[in-house]
């Protein structure tokens, strides 16, 4: 566990007891706070209580009297669609708003010395590819001999790092909740994959969303930021960092272009990830039988890894070998079983219809699970994907209005996904892929993507006993 600093003897309140919100209340009272707690789930309460921690609810501008800051879970609206209630009395008292995030970079900022040396801090963010490319780079370190962790929106809280564990590089996924509202970003290493439409209700819209992403790099920037190129919001984002156009403070990665110019590029075409430095090509990578990065989308996670790990001093050979013992992440195009000339893909964390669109444009001869809550602005961009769709087979409870926007596809209305499961397996053909994407949300049936991912598998390895 890391100790916050800067709160010792202040009193500071933690809103939101889940994963996050317990490790930054054990990392304040570490650092010597006052610690008080408060989530609306009594059971949340009462395990906090149980480990020593005091229960205010806050329901007036003097509970806020005394307090020095207010410490948000990532889930707890603060600004959009509206301010959780708690957050509203905080700023209306005065009280800064932070969460786990900031509280980490506060901490390392001022000095914190139980490592015997300050590590390196990786942040990766984007829409889609966060969690493939961050443990990508994770794995990429350890393959090279550099002992690394991984924290943030995958693996463990930042808070509850190991400041025991050796670890020359701390990779961090953070979430547009997470860079919103931290009070301190200040990574060595930036990392911003992609945008594409996501959270709009929660950031009013899709330039609150990029604003958001974009405040990893606004700090004074970190000392080298890896940027996807390939939507206009990456290419606006790198021209803002670079202070000309040699300048290798930035890399830009692409996995739908090649990247010319005199400044630092890794692209992916045809299956070849290639770095140029300085006007001239530096490395070339066969990416095309690396199994644990599939699709294009997978692609552009390695250009990310690479850069970064490039830009932490790794070499191109040892970042090869390191890819292809790479074996992929649960529930991101991962192979479930092959059977009688048919392969089970489950792509659970395809929440969006940009991810979807990328699973989709990874396979061909697709009998597609589908559906789920529906996100804002509907399904039309998933056309590009859809000739490579035999069959989509669509669960959740909205599964007939998202049917219906699948124009040119048949579809079965099968809700759960055991009927879906079943009805694909059935008419599956040699060659064909069955494949979970939902392109959207879990909610309605499942607690998270997790859950339908392992429910999906359930069913295939059940079925094929």
């Known amino acids: 566990m890391i100790p916050v600093v800067g709160f010792e003897g202040h009193r500071v309140a933690v809103l939101g007891l889940g994963r996050s919100g317990l490790s930054a209340a054990r990392a304040l009272r570490e650092g010597g706070a006052e610690v008080l707690v408060w989530d609306d789930n009594p059971a949340a309460r009462e395990a906090a209580e149980a ?14 009297e005394g307090v020095a800051s207010l410490i948000v879970s990532p889930g707890i609206p603060h600004l959009y669609p509206t301010p959780n209630p708690v957050i509203a009395l905080a700023m209306e008292a005065g009280v800064p708003v932070d969460n786990d995030i900031g509280l980490f970079f506060r901490s390392m900022g001022q000095g914190w010395e139980v490592f015997d040396r300050t590590p390196k801090i ?3 963010t984007g829409s889609n590819g966060k969690s493939t490319t961050s443990a990508l780079i994770h794995h990429l370190l350890h393959a090279a ?17 190991d400041p025991l564990e050796d670890g020359s590089v701390v990779v961090l996924e953070l979430s547009s909740y997470q860079t ?21 209700d929660r950031h009013a819209g899709l330039g609150g969303y990029f604003a958001a992403k974009r405040r990893l790099f606004a700090e004074g920037g970190p000392d080298r930021a890896v940027i996807g190129v390939d939507e206009v919001e990456g290419r606006y984002l790198a021209n803002q960092m670079a202070e000309g156009p040699g300048d ?27 770095e140029w430095r300085k006007g001239r090509q530096v490395a070339s990578i066969d990416l095309r039988e690396i199994g644990g990065l599939p699709g294009a989308h997978n692609h552009q996670n390695a250009c990310a890894a690479y850069a970064a790990c490039r830009a932490l001093g790794l070499g191109p050979r040892e970042i090869e070998a390191g890819l292809h013992s790479f074996k992929g992440l649960p529930h991101r195009s ?3 079983a092959e059977a009688k000339g048919v392969r089970y893909v489950n792509d659970s964390k395809a929440t969006n219809v940009d991810s979807a669109l990328k699973a989709l444009q990874a396979f061909r001869n697709i009998r597609w699970i589908c559906g789920g809550l529906m996100k804002e602005g509907g399904l039309a961009g998933l056309a590009p994907g859809l000739p490579n769709v035999t069959k989509a087979y669509v669960i959740g409870r909205e599964a007939q209005t998202f049917a219906l926007g699948l124009p040119g596809v ?31 949300a879990s909610f309605d049936q499942y607690d998270n993507f997790e859950k339908r991912g392992d429910d ?10």
Request: glycine fraction near 8%; aromatic fraction near 6%.
């Open 51 to 64: 480990e020593g921690f005091a229960a205010c609810e806050f329901k007036r501008v003097e509970a806020f």
């Open 122 to 124: 990786v942040a990766v």
């Open 145 to 161: 001999g550099r002992d690394s962790q991984l924290a943030g929106n995958i693996g463990r809280g930042v808070l509850d790092i």
């Open 180 to 200: 919103d509202l931290a009070r301190a970003l200040t990574p060595d290493v930036a990392v911003f994959t992609n945008l594409s439409p996501d959270h709009l």
């Open 248 to 274: 290798d403070r930035v890399i830009r990665i692409s996995a739908a272009a090649k990247l010319t110019g005199p400044g630092w590029q890794v692209f992916a075409r045809k299956g070849f990830l290639t």
């Open 334 to 336: 991962q192979t479930i």
């Open 410 to 440: 048949e579809a079965e209305i099968c809700t759960t996904m055991d009927r879906a499961v079943a009805a694909a397996m059935a008419e599956a053909q040699p060659g064909d892929i069955v494949l979970l994407a939902p392109a959207a």
């Open 456 to 465: 999906f598998a359930e069913h295939v390895r059940s079925k094929l006993a």
